[in-house]
């Protein structure tokens, strides 16, 4: 791993820090993954925050662009990076040179909250590389979990294939084609690994949507025939015959894929008539946009779980007297909300605490819920201790969605100034929308269904009976970004090489926008 | 140090590149890089190349936010991200897309223009084959004049030799060089053929000359400068500004002066030609005098005055002559028909009408296109 020109290895005084703050955190509960500490320069910090916490990606020049952009922030003073923690056991995380000590300590808090978070929540079994395929009650897991998560090793190896088909193909080629790929990153079954679904069970087929046959009777149809003749005209193996005819008719008929297919790179892989290099290409990016799935899916969670241990963990153990100061404004710039923007940091550490809090003072169950007199919930406390078990287990148990669906509640928006906002085309700017609760929610847990993004299927492989792609978005108030939806099907036509269609709304109407190769075209109402 | 990513950063530069080459042209007619110019470097704001997905169109969209404020106030616009602490996730997810600033240096800028609107280099005239000798410290060498000593080196060999022979002492840190530990600078002699160029810039100020003329000027002559200085090192320029009298200015007076009254272009011409006679001696210069007014000129005596200073002073001397005209609501245009009249057939007289600020680029290239 240590592949850096310079030495990273932790200096001896942070290393005997690393083994207390551990300690402590142990002590309180937490359990993670070895973590390796290394200490970076600011470019190679860059560097790595660039590749997304990784020593080696496959190249592409969108780290470049990423690289450029922290170096000039770092420059500038504008940000810098504190910390970074991969998901991958054992988990590496890296320091900032020259940052004082008690940021280090600080990070290294965090850090362990984090690694704890990606060992036991049930989101990141995903990443779990020895899959096979049945998977545990993330509850009752073994005493001893220690997944294979090296994916530092596959991230590599992702890095060597592209280079060798770079090398053979030219990188400008494999860099076009990366490109295609990356716009299609998002169009997977983000639950695909809890789907119980293997892939591979639906191969190419035949396919001839001709008729609607599919749905016709299943009556086998007779010859004419007087009563008494019945047996002889129709006997039963010409009837068996018939049946047997209509079956395969049927089987030919049915639609391809059978049902539609939320995972469209596992069905372009599987159907997509692709070159060796290209089906490999497609392969890596959908296998890394999997792993970085479960990060969306707690991004809230797992902030404000490593939040709360940090601040937890420094305040009552960690600091030294003299380090609070430094500490305490540190500490607020990570929770600061600034301009009206959601802190996922905040959030998440708030809500933590704030299950805590009822949790310990027994604000739960059916007779909390029913009870609606203000002062009396106000001073609720039935002194039931539950509250760190709890979080415990929704650390383990939840996913943002869940989380934020279940815990909100009405006085946490209000303490917590949330409000949604909304684009004002009057005005034309966004602006405040609604602090009510349930609007507030609505808005909240929308933006993170799917990871805000929207759903596509793959409807039909063989539309018009002409091999073309036809996929439907499911319209739920919000149209696409049609630019950027035009740019889309042009990859997905690089891909599937045959015209592509995708059925949506636009204003208010059904479309169908295609593009088969030179052109794009919209066309109002339902094709299929 | 080298890092892994400096491939990945040197391909997304080359994208970038591209990008300005695209929109080259909208960053010469939009003059913001004037005021962003540092020293060598601008800024150029491109846009952050996105991978394009299947997203939601931003405006139906909305979103949840924390803190005070009423309903119906105003969100603010969107912050950069920020970004401490980021836990290995895609940094910056969503919201507040950020703007991104290239550096580029005016010399590549001035490639990047000369590619794009196919700028030939220009060919030296051949009359400054001025060739200067340089003497350049290229190494160092073991023998030497004592006041060449580079007392670094020595200093490091000798402290090499101690090392090695076992005679330093950490605790009494003397370092005493020998004849042996002696280096001194080396240099070579360069023979720099230096070619050197004034620009002279004239302008009128007349009252019909109005500020979005001026602006027109500003960024044509920006451009001109960029592509000559990548041209010639040590590009001079001077400035001179005439209404019905001519006079030289500094560059800010150039570009912010506005007088007021009549126009007489030949005392711009006259002084012009005694500037070249005094500084400019036509054999080691190659000279570009760049006129721009909105082509009034006071009568036409004035105009075949003009031509005649032109014929006889200036065209001698100068690679070429440029002449931009700009389009004025009160002008009336006429003085470059009458040079068109005058000089049509002579390659040296390049003549551009710049109607507004998208013929830029194009007047760019009728002036410098020649190679002159």
């Known amino acids: 791993m240590s592949e850096f020109a310079l030495k990273t290895a932790l200096p001896a005084y942070l290393r005997s820090e690393q083994e207390r703050i551990e300690r402590i955190a142990k002590d309180h509960g937490l359990d993670f993954f070895p973590i390796v500490f290394e200490i970076l320069s600011y470019d190679q910090m860059n560097e790595i925050a660039a590749y997304e916490g990784f020593p080696n990606r496959y190249p592409h020049w969108r780290y470049g662009m990423e690289y450029e952009r922290l170096s000039k922030s770092y420059e500038y003073g504008l940000s810098k990076i504190y910390e970074m923690v991969i998901n991958n056991n054992p988990s590496y995380a890296y320091l900032l040179e020259g940052n004082s000590l008690v940021d280090q300590k600080l990070v290294m808090a965090h850090v362990c909250g984090h690694v704890d978070f990606f060992k036991n929540n049930f989101t990141f079994r995903a990443t779990d590389l020895d899959q096979s395929g049945s998977r545990s009650d993330p509850v009752n897991r073994p005493k001893d979990y220690n997944p294979n998560r090296r994916w530092i090793d596959k991230m590599a190896n992702h890095g060597a294939r592209v280079r060798k088909h770079a090398g053979r193909y030219g990188i400008t080629k494999i860099e076009e084609f990366i490109d295609q790929c990356l716009s299609l990153e998002n169009l997977i079954d983000p639950h695909a690994a809890f789907s119980g679904k293997r892939h591979g069970q639906f191969g190419p087929r035949e396919d001839d949507s001709s008729g609607d046959l599919a749905t016709a009777t299943r009556e086998v149809p007779r010859l004419r025939s007087k009563d008494y003749m019945e047996s002889f005209i129709n006997p039963v193996e010409f009837l068996d015959r018939q049946r047997a005819r209509m079956d395969r008719e049927q089987e030919k008929s049915k639609n391809f894929p059978e049902h539609p297919e939320r995972d469209v790179l596992r069905f372009l892989l599987d159907n997509a008539p692709l070159d060796r290099w290209e089906h490999d290409i497609l392969e890596v990016i959908r296998e890394e946009a999997l792993y970085f799935t479960p990060q969306r899916q707690t991004k809230i969670m797992n902030e404000g779980w490593a939040t709360y241990w940090h601040s937890k963990l420094m305040t009552e153990k960690i600091l030294d007297p003299s380090e609070i100061i430094d500490f305490a404004e540190n500490a607020s710039s990570v929770l600061r909300s600034s301009g009206g923007r959601l802190n996922p940091y905040k959030l998440g550490y708030e809500l933590f605490r704030n299950i805590e809090e009822r949790w310990d003072k027994g604000q739960f169950g059916k007779e909390w819920e029913e009870c609606d007199d203000l002062a009396e919930k106000k001073n609720w406390n039935r002194r039931s201790g539950l509250g760190r078990a709890k979080i415990f287990e929704v650390r383990a148990l939840y996913n943002d969605i869940t989380f934020l669906d279940e815990f909100i509640t009405p006085e946490f928006c209000i303490e917590q100034k949330l409000f949604s906002f909304a684009w004002s085309s009057r005005n034309d700017r966004f602006e405040i929308e609604s602090r009510e609760f349930r609007q507030v929610k609505q808005k909240l847990l929308f933006g993170l269904i799917n990871g805000g993004q929207p759903y596509i299927y793959v409807l039909n492989a063989n539309y018009d009976n002409r091999g073309e792609l036809y996929l439907k978005h499911e319209h739920q108030g919000m149209d696409l970004r049609i630019d950027y939806a035009r740019e889309v099907l042009k990859a997905l036509h690089r891909v599937w090489k045959r015209p592509v269609n995708l059925e949506t709304v636009l204003e208010n109407k059904p479309a169908v926008m295609r593009f088969d190769g030179k052109d794009h075209s919209e066309s109002k109402g339902k094709a299929a | ?372």
């Open chain 2, 1 to 372: 140090m080298s890092l892994k990513i400096d491939q990945d950063h040197s391909r997304f530069r080359s994208i970038v590149r591209g990008k300005i080459r695209e929109n080259l042209k909208k960053y010469i007619s939009s003059g913001e890089l004037i005021g962003k110019q540092g020293k060598e470097l601008v800024s150029i704001p491109i846009p952050q190349i996105d991978i394009p997905h299947f997203v939601f169109g931003d405006k139906q969209q909305g979103g949840t936010g924390q803190g005070s404020g009423n309903v119906g106030d105003a969100m603010s616009p969107g912050q950069p991200g920020d970004e401490e602490g980021e836990g290995g996730k895609k940094a910056g997810e969503g919201e507040g897309k950020h703007g991104l600033e290239v550096d580029v240096t005016l010399d590549e800028l001035a490639a990047i223009l000369g590619e794009e609107l196919e700028l030939p280099d220009i060919e030296d005239k051949g009359k400054s084959k001025i060739i200067s000798a340089k003497d350049r410290y290229t190494g160092v060498r073991k023998v030497g004049p004592e006041s060449l000593k580079h007392f670094r080196r020595t200093y490091r060999e000798a402290l090499k030799r101690q090392i090695s022979t076992g005679s330093y002492a950490p605790s009494d840190p003397m370092v005493v060089p020998i004849r042996e530990d002696r280096r001194y600078r080396s240099w070579k002699t360069e023979a720099e053929p230096v070619a050197n160029a004034v620009i002279i810039y004239m302008m009128d100020v007349s009252g019909s000359m109005g500020d979005e003329q001026k602006e027109i000027v500003r960024i044509e002559s920006f451009w001109i400068d960029t592509w000559l200085r990548k041209q010639y090192r040590g590009l001079e320029a001077r400035y001179i500004i005439h209404d019905a009298v001519a006079r030289e200015v500094d560059r800010d007076t150039f570009f912010h002066t506005r007088e007021s009254g009549g126009t007489m272009i030949s005392s711009a011409y006259k002084l012009c030609a005694q500037l070249i006679d005094t500084h400019y001696p036509a054999d080691e210069w190659n000279i570009y005098p760049f006129h721009f007014s909105d082509g009034d000129n006071w009568s036409m005596d004035d105009t075949l005055l003009c031509a005649q200073v032109l014929r006889e002073q200036l065209l001698p001397k100068a690679n070429m002559f440029a002449y931009g005209q700009v389009e004025s609501p009160y002008g009336s245009g006429q003085f470059i028909k009458d040079l068109r009249e005058h000089f049509g057939a002579d390659e040296r007289v390049v003549l551009s009408e710049i109607r507004d600020k998208d013929a830029i680029v194009q007047s760019i290239k009728e002036f410098l296109g020649k190679g002159k």
